[in-house]
């Protein structure tokens, strides 16, 4: 029924597939717990003035490198019309280069794989995580700390080594960056490849697998398979009638679908009978840009108010959300083999999660449109509920709608739990709780004017257009399992 | 076989139908003209000093209005990577807040009609072009300027009273505007409207009608009917057999399309025989995004270098492009009687337009990726050619790639030809030749990189998100026509 030919189907079958003909998940684990001992990486806090190449610039006090690259962490202070909170001033990276995260893809024996890489970096809570085959940034492969160029990266800056499968420009923290944007691409290579030390080919179903895993896939890994389509318009048609019926199980290849995997393929594959249609959505998106604003102005770093400048932080006075701090690390796989750097340090979990529903029997998702002061365009789809101090803002008196009803989420209506880190090259330890919870017409909820029901389908759509789809959505999206 | 019930169907069959049971298009026209004439209306240019509530303020010496509201125009130093000039500084228009651009459309005996109003603009090169039924700037809606509130602007504010059709956030020139954007909106009606003086109901196919006079039909009214979609899914399917046998005709309802109509048509609903699927146009217009930048920095306006400040105007020392003026305005049928504001003036005709081939047989437009100050995100989708001076960029040595072959074309390649103006509120005199030439496999040409061949019904799906399209592309797509 499915032309195996198409990139989707072959997307398909690799995640329904967790048998590797490499590489038994178990043991790659066992490879991957054996990578952190293989490579010397040690990370040490310092105080600001020990900071290398890194210092504050005389005028605006920004933390910036002296080669005027990589990235900036500024101060901005933010006025909006959204939310309970009207005004604040924080620090943000400042990062306006685009960077590759891209993975290399190879179909064997009819199975595509993915290049996948054991990775350390400065913020990882666990030393090494599961990275794409490339994360550059420009500067990186343009050779701006002259060290050597990333491993593969010519699959994806030289177009005759390759076919280009994904292709898309996403968004990435708007709470925490100003505007920043990675390119994320996936691309096949039909010639053989060698295979360096920290590499190893993976089906997407075993990434799938290692996304129950806490803290094993990094957040540039989510972001990139998020972005993986697996439905065509032939393959749409081609399944409608199986819909029809409401079959307790779908066969796909060899594999049947049932319970919460049978509901995701069916929101995937369903165009009928969404609550919404996409002019609907558009419409509502429309509205919420043209209501709502967030005025932007950058200031000094050091002079944000309600923030405390110390040698060696800054931290908010309430000693909430996040501080800046400067680390040094020494490492033996990466380009370069010590250096210092900024980073953004978390103290306590955050939580993103998604509602879910049947509506007219297709699951759909509960979306939030955000306004967030790093965002290119105002506001961008969200999960329902999704702040970084999840445990301090419980205690507040105005709680973001439905952080409750995850806190307090019966455990048989939980369909997907794992705790993920957020990108630890720029930040320290940021883990956040990523839920799935599943509601019936016995939970009642009112539903916000910027909260939308979605069906998977309607949300895979809208996350090719950039910035529609934010990261905390798109990472909660990249765990969805067939398996 | 099209389902008559749909929004889509119906936008197609009234966009097919020019008979009107109240108005023959030759005597709205007549009506139309005598609009002119019944209303008091006159454009005076003035010196900035007597300027009424703008000024220069004293800090940036940008034009402002004291309210803060409406518009201002800035000066801007430009600096890129893209194309042949890297480097300059110009006058534009910053206005952040979102308008409405909206048309009131209803039912009658199953055709739908669209209310449509005679409106003057002091811009305007021919007092009162043929306008949405509202438009109004934020600052018009909430009353700044203490006049009574447009026509009909309820529809657009209370949900109760209309259903909405359309509602896209779409741009204007990025070279005149720094982001600005209006919302386009089309909502139903089904109670009985009084039909004030200056408004009449129309069908689609009399607009388009209207659209081959030369500025007849105003921008505004170009935006927002180039958002109609005439094809939904179920049409698409319905039609799929009609395309594989290559008619030489296509009977819609009553109507046959041939030659030019029936290859429009055929782009809009054919969805398999594009030259680049959608993925790789999105592929491309991530590369161009990474690639190119524009960076945009604020100066005072009267300091922009190379433009000459005078008592009555700003204008370039070439002589070229456009220049500030000042003007006053005394009308009846405005909400407020008396006032004067800025407008930019040009004194050339600009150039836009689009080549046109048929590739697998489907006619395929050559869409143009190009950077503008003004955009919110780098780059938009263009016309092949868009210069608002074709004349002077014609005797430079580096023209704009493909100009010539409009300049040059022969008469039966020339598939559309108009003169339209651009928005009257803003510019003084600003028009815009707009053309369609089709070439065949006998025209050679070179496709730089950021161009792209697509079919309407790939422009017309990235239309819908928004910022892909850019208004003068729109403008042009609005004037396409089936009959």
Same mark, same amino acid.
């Given at each position: 029924m499915f032309n195996t030919k198409s990139k989707e189907s072959s997307f398909l079958l690799s995640a329904l597939t967790e048998e590797n003909r490499f590489l038994k998940t178990n043991d790659f684990i066992h490879w991957f717990n054996s990578r952190e001992t293989a490579n010397l990486f040690s990370v040490e806090q310092i105080s600001f003035e020990k900071l290398d190449k890194w210092y504050f610039e005389e005028d605006s006090q920004n933390l910036v490198h002296a080669s005027g690259k990589f990235f900036k962490v500024e101060g901005i202070r933010v006025h909006t019309?959204?939310?309970?909170?009207?005004d604040w001033e924080q620090p943000i990276i400042n990062q306006p280069e685009i960077g590759i995260l891209g993975i290399v893809t190879k179909k064997v024996d009819g199975i595509r794989y993915f290049l996948m890489q054991s990775k350390m970096e400065p913020g990882n809570i666990n030393i090494n995580q599961l990275s794409p085959t490339v994360q550059a940034t420009k500067s990186n492969y343009t050779q701006v700390h002259k060290g050597? +160029?990333?491993?593969?990266l010519e699959y994806f800056l030289d177009r005759s080594k390759s076919t280009i499968l994904i292709d898309q420009l996403q968004s990435e923290q708007g709470s925490r960056f100003l505007r920043k944007r990675n390119r994320n691409m996936i691309v096949e290579v039909d010639e053989d490849i060698q295979l360096y030390d920290d590499f190893q080919w993976l089906t997407l179903g075993q990434i799938k697998r290692l996304l &129950? +895993?806490?803290?094993?896939?990094n957040m540039d890994t989510r972001s990139v398979i998020?972005?993986?389509?697996?439905?065509?318009d032939e393959m749409r048609r081609g399944y409608e009638y199986l819909l029809s019926g409401e079959p307790d199980e779908i066969e796909l290849f060899d594999c049947k679908l049932q319970g919460f995997c049978k509901d995701i393929f069916t929101s995937i594959i369903d165009?009928?009978?969404? +609550?919404?249609?996409t002019d609907e959505i558009i419409s509502w998106f429309t509205e919420l840009k043209t209501k709502y604003y967030m005025k932007v102005e950058n200031i000094p770093l050091k002079a944000v108010s309600g923030w405390i400048c110390t040698d060696k932080e800054i931290h908010h006075e309430s000693g909430q959300f996040f501080s800046v701090i400067a680390v040094s690390v020494t490492a033996? &796989?990466?380009?370069?083999l010590t250096w210092t750097q900024p980073l953004l340090k978390h103290y306590s979990y955050g939580l993103i999660g998604f509602l879910v529903k049947k509506i007219h029997n297709v699951l759909h998702f509960l979306v939030q449109g955000k306004p967030e002061p790093g965002n290119l365009d105002v506001v961008e789809m969200a999960p329902t509920v999704s702040c970084a101090d999840a445990a301090y803002r419980m205690r507040q &008196?105005?709680?973001?709608?439905?952080l409750e009803i995850f806190i307090s989420a019966d455990p048989t209506r939980i369909r997907y739990y794992s705790i993920q880190s957020e990108e630890g090259g720029r930040f320290y330890h940021w883990q956040n709780k990523n839920m799935i919870v599943e509601i019936d017409d016995s939970t009642l909820i009112d539903i916000p004017e910027n909260y939308k029901w979605m069906t998977l389908n309607q949300i895979m759509t809208f996350k090719k !257009?950039?910035? !529609? +789809?934010n990261i905390e959505a798109r990472n909660i999206l990249s765990c969805l399992s067939f398996i």
């Open positions: 019309n959204f939310g309970p909170f009207k050597k +160029l990333p491993a593969y &129950s +895993l806490d803290n094993f896939v998020s972005c993986i389509p697996f439905i065509n165009e009928k009978r969404a +609550l919404h249609n033996g &796989s990466r380009e370069v &008196s105005n709680k973001p709608p439905f !257009y950039n910035n !529609y +789809l």
